[in-house]
């Protein structure tokens, strides 16, 4: 009857044991993943309040029949920008552009050039920066 | 008589290990079933907690491309969004769109990436507007538009 409830208990004891390490060997990688996507939302939030740029100033060039519009961007927050994953809208459509610097640093400036655009009405530019910060100018082409 | 008592014993011995084993084996199975539910619920809330867009139109100028009006969508979270009319839902003005009158450029947005959605001008009409993109884990934006 002892060594029954012996075996019983020893049973009963490993499977515990296996479960425990289940328990564990499944809760602390999930923990540590989602407190890693806390922290790196916690990351987007604070650049997102640190980021902010200012159009300064927007140059346009006869191109034919089209201009080419050369565009100035200074960073005024203090994170650094990656200026290929910039958007630049104007008249709300998305165009393709060029510019001058990979990263565009707090208190620099940088020149996006956007080539061959029809029209010579007045525009409304439009800039997004990579994590979502947007500034805007409106000027007329000459 | 003594190998009654012997027997006995080996009969209760058999039968501990015998529940001791169905006790464990279900045990086991439960914790096994809660610890995956568990990984699981962690994964969702990750996967919230990685997604997140915006809508980044200039909200006096929607373009237009035949039959669609324009919006772009940036990924401004940390991981790589699949965008098709079935992980997102539009609603305008609080109306669904129905799955048919949109789609977009592209069938998923890397961070930091832009895509375009396209939306049947028969859904949009004049005036102030509200856009609401519901993306996967329920992740949305709202965009308040003007159509002249």
Same mark, same amino acid.
């Given at each position: 009857?002892?060594?029954?409830?012996?075996?019983?208990?020893?049973?009963?004891?490993?499977?515990?044991?296996?479960?425990?390490?289940?328990?564990?060997?499944?809760?602390?990688?999930?923990?540590?993943?989602?407190?890693?996507?806390?922290?790196?939302?916690?990351?987007?939030?604070?650049?997102?309040?640190?980021?902010?740029?200012?159009?300064?100033?927007?140059? %346009?060039?006869?191109? *034919? &029949?089209?201009?080419?519009?050369?565009?100035? !961007?200074? $960073?005024? +927050?203090?994170?650094?920008?990656?200026?290929?994953?910039?958007?630049?809208?104007?008249?709300?459509?998305?165009?393709?552009?060029?510019?001058?610097?990979?990263?565009?640093?707090?208190?620099?400036?940088?020149?996006?050039?956007? %080539?061959?655009?029809? *029209? &010579?009405?007045?525009?409304?530019?439009?800039? !997004?920066? $990579?994590? +979502?910060?947007?500034?805007?100018?409106?000027?007329?082409?000459? | 008589?003594?190998?009654?008592?012997?027997?006995?014993?080996?009969?209760?011995?058999?039968?501990?290990?015998?529940?001791?084993?169905?006790?464990?084996?279900?045990?086991?199975?439960?914790?096994?079933?809660?610890?995956?539910?568990?990984?699981?619920?962690?994964?969702?809330?990750?996967?919230?907690?990685?997604?997140?867009?915006?809508?980044?139109?200039?909200?006096?100028?929607?373009?237009?491309?035949?039959?669609?009006?324009?919006?772009?969508?940036?990924?401004?979270?940390?991981?790589?969004?699949?965008?098709?009319?079935?992980?997102?839902?539009?609603?305008?003005?609080?109306?669904?769109?129905?799955?048919?009158?949109?789609?977009?450029?592209?069938?998923?947005?890397?961070?930091?990436?832009?895509?375009?959605?396209?939306?049947?001008?028969?859904?949009?009409?004049?005036?102030?507007?509200?856009?609401?993109?519901?993306?996967?884990?329920?992740?949305?934006?709202?965009?308040?538009?003007?159509?002249?």
């Amino acid at each position: 009857m002892g060594f029954s409830l012996s075996a019983a208990a020893a049973i009963i004891g490993v499977s515990i044991l296996l479960a425990i390490e289940m328990i564990v060997s499944t809760t602390v990688p999930t923990f540590t993943e989602v407190h890693d996507s806390y922290d790196k939302l916690r990351d987007r939030s604070i650049e997102q309040i640190q980021t902010d740029i200012n159009i300064t100033n927007v140059e %346009t060039y006869v191109n *034919g &029949s089209n201009y080419d519009h050369n565009i100035t !961007v200074e $960073n005024t +927050g203090s994170v650094s920008l990656v200026t290929g994953k910039f958007d630049i809208l104007i008249n709300g459509t998305s165009y393709n552009f060029e510019c001058s610097k990979a990263y565009l640093y707090p208190e620099s400036e940088a020149y996006f050039n956007v %080539t061959n655009l029809a *029209g &010579s009405e007045s525009k409304k530019l439009k800039i !997004v920066t $990579n994590n +979502g910060i947007s500034d805007y100018y409106e000027y007329t082409i000459p | 008589m003594g190998f009654s008592l012997t027997g006995t014993h080996i009969i209760y011995f058999i039968a501990s290990v015998i529940i001791a084993g169905a006790v464990s084996g279900v045990f086991y199975a439960v914790v096994g079933n809660v610890t995956n539910s568990f990984s699981e619920r962690g994964d969702r809330v990750q996967d919230q907690l990685d997604i997140e867009f915006k809508i980044i139109n200039d909200p006096g100028n929607i373009p237009t491309k035949g039959n669609d009006y324009l919006f772009y969508l940036k990924n401004i979270g940390r991981v790589e969004i699949p965008t098709s009319n079935e992980t997102f839902y539009i609603f305008i003005d609080g109306e669904i769109v129905v799955t048919a009158n949109y789609n977009f450029s592209d069938s998923s947005i890397q961070p930091e990436e832009l895509t375009t959605l396209y939306v049947d001008n028969s859904e949009i009409s004049t005036g102030n507007l509200i856009l609401r993109v519901v993306g996967p884990y329920d992740i949305e934006d709202e965009f308040v538009f003007t159509i002249p």
